[in-house]
C-alpha cells in the first residue's frame, strides 16, 4: 500500500466508520490488535468487543457526553475506546501519570463525570492512591464490572450488531468531537484539546499520503494512548490502515520491549529519542534488526541514537513534529530519499504555514498552521464546556523554524524557550544540543534566569556527575560555537525531570532550579 494521493473527502467519516471501512477493505478475520497479553484479535472482534461494550458504556453516559478513558496501551482499551465512538460517546483520554489535581482540572476543563478504568490496570500501575482520591467526586466505572454484567442475550445482540454495525451505529456529524486530549503541560497548565472526527481522520490519511506504508507492516506500539502521538501516530494510524498494531503499556521497559519487537517482526517502531536511545542500548544483535524505519517525535533525535540504530540494526530513525493541536502530525521524514537528518521533514498534505519574524532571529520565524487535522478548539478549566476555536483556523504552534527551498522543516526551539542576552535570542533548545554533544550519555535542560546587567543568564541543569563549564567551554571552541551559548552556570541534579510522555518537564524542572538557587543562597 505506497503513497496515495490526499482526498480531502475520505476525511468525511467519523473515526468508528473509518473503522469499518477498513474491516471492508482489509477484511474480517485479519488479525489488527495485539498487546502484551499476546493475544491477538481480528477486525471482527475488534467490532464485536466495541458493538457489546458500547452498549454497556451508553447505559451509564449520555449521547455526546464525554467520558474519561484512563487505561494502559491495551486490547481492552482499544475495544472501549471503539465502544464509546459507536454509541456517540466523547473518550476524554486522561494521563494516569499527571497526579490528581491535573486530571482533576482535566475533568472539569472537559465537563466529564465518569472515567473508566480497569482494576488489572490500576493494581498493575500502583494507582490505588489516586483513583481512592478521584472517586470522592467523580464516578469511576471499570472495565471488569462492565464484562462481568454481561449476559447471553448482550453477547448474541452484540454479535448480530457487529455484522450490521454500518446500520446500527448512529450517524455522527464529522465535525463534532471525536475525542478530547489534553497537551502535556511542559510550560504550564493542560488544556484540553477538541479534535474532531474528521481531524483525526484527516491526519491519518495525511500521513498515509505522505510515507509508504504497506498491510505488511507490523507496528509497534510502546507510547501512551493518551498521548496524540501514541493515540493516532502509533494506534489508530495502523489500525485504519490495515497494518497491525502491537500495543505495550509502557515505553519505560526497555528490556522487555525490544525483546517483544523481536518476538511479534514489528517492521515500524513508534518512540521518542529518550526511549530509543534506551531499546537500542537494551537490544541484543539481532532483536530490533525487523524494524523497517522508527518514527521519532516530541523531542530532537540525538545523532548518537541515529548512528546507534544504523551501525548495530541497519534501521534508519524518521524524525518528525506534531502538535496534539494538530492531531498531531504536522510535518516528517520518510524512510527513503526522503529523510533528512536535522530536519523533521516536509510538512504533510493538506497542511498551509506560514512563518512571523521575531525580532533578534535570523532566517526562521514563528510557524503558524492549518489544515483539516487543526483541532475545533481548547476546552478551558476557567471555561469549562466553552470550546474556543483557532482564530481563522490557524494554529501558533509557538516554535521558531526554518524551512529551506526543498521544503524541510529545521526546529530552532520554543519562542518561550530563548533567553534574550545583550540583546540577542539565545535558544535554549541549541544549549541542550551543544551540552548532549559534549555529554551524550546524559540528561540536559538549559534554562533561563533573569539578570540585571544582561537581561537574562542561562542554567544548565545535568545529571553528569563533575560536569564542568571549562570542559563544556572548550568544546564549543573547539566547534566553533559562540560563547554566547555558553551555560553562566552548570548545576548538577539527581535526575532531570520528564513528564510521562518521555518529554522534559520544563516546569518541574524550574521549580528544582529555582529550589537550588534559594538553596544556595540560603547556605551563603
Not at 254 to 280: C, G, H
Not at 330 to 349: K, Q
Request: aromatic share 6%; proline share 6%; with cysteine.
Amino acid at each position: 500500500m505506497p503513497v496515495r494521493p490526499f482526498d480531502i473527502a475520505r476525511t468525511r467519516r467519523s473515526i468508528f466508520e473509518a473503522l469499518l471501512d477498513a474491516r471492508k477493505r482489509f477484511g474480517g478475520k485479519k488479525e489488527i490488535l495485539e498487546d502484551a497479553d499476546r493475544a491477538p484479535i481480528t477486525y471482527d472482534k475488534l467490532i464485536l468487543g466495541a458493538m457489546v461494550l458500547g452498549r454497556k458504556l451508553a447505559a451509564i453516559s449520555a449521547p455526546g457526553e464525554r467520558v474519561g478513558l484512563m487505561i494502559a496501551n491495551s486490547n481492552g482499551g482499544m475495544v472501549a475506546f471503539f465502544g464509546m465512538l459507536a454509541f456517540g460517546r466523547t473518550p476524554a483520554m486522561l494521563n494516569f501519570t499527571a497526579g490528581s489535581r491535573n486530571i482533576r482540572a482535566a475533568c472539569q476543563a472537559g465537563q466529564m463525570k465518569t472515567i473508566v478504568t480497569s482494576k488489572k490496570f490500576v493494581l498493575l500501575a500502583g494507582l490505588q492512591e489516586l483513583i481512592a482520591d478521584l472517586e470522592t467526586d467523580l464516578k469511576i466505572v471499570y472495565l471488569e464490572d462492565l464484562r462481568d454484567s454481561l449476559g447471553g442475550v448482550d453477547k448474541v445482540r452484540g454479535l448480530l450488531e457487529a455484522n450490521l454495525a454500518g446500520f446500527i451505529v448512529p450517524k455522527i456529524d464529522p465535525d463534532s468531537i471525536g475525542v478530547m486530549l489534553f497537551t502535556s503541560g511542559t510550560e504550564g497548565a493542560p488544556k484540553g484539546v477538541a479534535l474532531s472526527h474528521a481531524n483525526i481522520v484527516a491526519n491519518v490519511e495525511q500521513v498515509a499520503g505522505h510515507v509508504d506504508l504497506f498491510t505488511t507492516d507490523i507496528v509497534f506500539n510502546p507510547l501512551p494512548i493518551f498521548h496524540s502521538f501514541g493515540l493516532t501516530g502509533g494506534t489508530l494510524l495502523p489500525l485504519l490502515e490495515g497494518m497491525k498494531c502491537v500495543l505495550f503499556p509502557s515505553p519505560t521497559r526497555p528490556k522487555e520491549i525490544v525483546k517483544m519487537v523481536r518476538e511479534t517482526r514489528s517492521t515500524i517502531l513508534f518512540a521518542t529519542d529518550t526511549f530509543m536511545n534506551q531499546y537500542a542500548r537494551q537490544a541484543d544483535d539481532g532483536d530490533l534488526s525487523s524494524l523497517r524505519f522508527v518514527v521519532c517525535g516530541a523531542e530532537k533525535v540525538k545523532d548518537e541514537t541515529r548512528q546507534m540504530m544504523l551501525a548495530r540494526f541497519d534501521c534508519p530513525i524518521v524524525e518528525g513534529y506534531g502538535a496534539t493541536e494538530a492531531s498531531p502530525v504536522i510535518a516528517v521524514n520518510t524512510p527513503d530519499s526522503g529523510n533528512r537528518p536535522g530536519s523533521v521533514g516536509r510538512f504533510v498534505p493538506g497542511v498551509e504555514w506560514k512563518l512571523e519574524s521575531i525580532p533578534g532571529i535570523e532566517g526562521g520565524g514563528r510557524l503558524y498552521v492549518r489544515g483539516p487535522n487543526m483541532m475545533l478548539g481548547y476546552a478551558r478549566v476557567d471555561t469549562p464546556g466553552e470550546i474556543q476555536p483557532l482564530p481563522s483556523g490557524w494554529h501558533d504552534t509557538g516554535d521558531v523554524v526554518s524551512i529551506d527551498k526543498e521544503g524541510y522543516v529545521v526546529i530552532r526551539g520554543r519562542v518561550k524557550r530563548f533567553a534574550k542576552i545583550g540583546g540577542e535570542m539565545v535558544s535554549l533548545t541549541a544549549v541542550e544540543g551543544y551540552a548532549t554533544a559534549q555529554w551524550p550519555d546524559n540528561a540536559h535542560v538549559a534554562l533561563a534566569l533573569n539578570d540585571p546587567k544582561k537581561g537574562e543568564q542561562v542554567i544548565l541543569l545535568t545529571d553528569r556527575k563533575e560536569a564542568s563549564r571549562p570542559e563544556l567551554q572548550a568544546w564549543y571552541r573547539e566547534n566553533g560555537v559562540a560563547e554566547l551559548y555558553l551555560p553562566r552556570k552548570i548545576i548538577e541534579v539527581d535526575a532531570i525531570p520528564v513528564l510521562g510522555t518521555g518529554k522534559t518537564d520544563y516546569v518541574s524542572a524550574q521549580k528544582m532550579l529555582e529550589a537550588k538557587i534559594a538553596e544556595t543562597a540560603k547556605a551563603a
